[in-house]
Nanobody, 123 residues
Framework: QVQLVESGGGLVQAGGSLRLSCAAS????????MGWYRQAPGNQRELVAT???????NYADSVKGRFTISRDNAKNTVYLQMNSLAPEDTAVYYC?????????????????WGQGTQVTVSS
C-alpha cells in the first residue's frame, strides 16, 4: 500500500504565497506522473498542474505564471509553489500520483489520491 501525506495549506491574504508538499511512501518501485488538483465548494475537482518523471509540466490556464510544480524523485515528493494567490484559488488541494510496482516480470500502475489540504485566500 502507498500513503500520501500532504502539507503546506493554510490561510493567506490575496497576493501572498504558499508551498504545498506531498510525500509518497510505502511499496513503490517508481512514480510516473505526479499532480495537484483542487476542488472548491460546489465545484468539480479540477486539474491544477502535473509533472512527469522526466519533469515535463502541464498547468491549468488559470494558474499559469503564478504556480510552479516540481518534484524530488529521490524523496518521492511533489511540490506546488503558489504565488500571487487570489480568493478564487480557495479550495481543497489534492495530490495525485501514478505509482509503478512490479509483479514478477511485469509492471503495473496504481493511481493514488492524497487526503487533501485546505487553502484559503482572503481578500
Amino acid at each position: 500500500q502507498v500513503q500520501l501525506v500532504e502539507s503546506g495549506g493554510g490561510l493567506v491574504q490575496a497576493g501572498g504565497s504558499l508551498r504545498l508538499s506531498c510525500a509518497a511512501s510505502g511499496r513503490i518501485f517508481s512514480i510516473n506522473t505526479m499532480g495537484w488538483y483542487r476542488q472548491a465548494p460546489g465545484n468539480q475537482r479540477e486539474l491544477v498542474a502535473t509533472i512527469t518523471r522526466g519533469r515535463s509540466t502541464n498547468y491549468a490556464d488559470s494558474v499559469k505564471g503564478r504556480f510552479t510544480i516540481s518534484r524530488d524523485n529521490a524523496k518521492n515528493t511533489v511540490y506546488l509553489q503558489m504565488n500571487s494567490l487570489a480568493p478564487e484559488d480557495t479550495a481543497v488541494y489534492y495530490c495525485n500520483v501514478d505509482v509503478i510496482n512490479s509483479r514478477g516480470s511485469s509492471y503495473y500502475t496504481v493511481n493514488y489520491w492524497g487526503q487533501g489540504t485546505q487553502v484559503t485566500v482572503s481578500s
